[in-house]
Nanobody, 122 residues
Framework: QVQLVESGGGLVQAGGSLNLSCAASGSFVRVNSMAWYRQFPGKQRELVAH???????NYADSAKGRFTVSRDTPKNTMYLQMNSLEPEDTAVYYC????????????????WGQGTQVTVSS
């Protein structure tokens, strides 16, 4: 019922910046919390940044001071501004959303985007 489409990934030199976007669409009552995760080859996904429905944020230690998560609630879109990128940030970045669904019964469910590759060259 919810589709998440990420964009903005790509190749950038160390020290550069990228701005990722994640747009939610489909049939839902509202999007609750949203988050960015990343996955390194052979590793589990790890949280990068989280933003609540009210706009409260929290970050992984590796992202603090360099990354900023934000959202445009009316557009159901979340962003991740990434500055001072390092080769160690190279990973696939995934959008996560928790949404409220009404299909007769009301419930919350989690959804993932397809991922966008971020590559930082040294």
């Amino acid at each position: 019922q919810v589709q998440l489409v990420e964009s903005g990934g790509g190749l950038v030199q160390a020290g550069g910046s990228l701005n990722l976007s994640c747009a939610a669409s489909g049939s839902f009552v509202r999007v609750n919390s949203m988050a960015w995760y990343r996955q390194f080859p052979g590793k589990q996904r790890e949280l990068v940044a989280h933003i609540s429905s009210g706009g409260s944020t929290n970050y992984a230690d590796s992202a603090k001071g360099r990354f900023t998560v934000s959202r445009d609630t009316p557009k159901n879109t979340m962003y991740l501004q990434m500055n001072s990128l390092e080769p160690e940030d190279t990973a696939v970045y995934y959008c996560y959303a928790n949404a409220m669904i009404n299909s007769g019964a009301v419930y919350s469910a989690a959804y993932w985007g397809q991922g966008t590759q971020v590559t930082v060259s040294s």
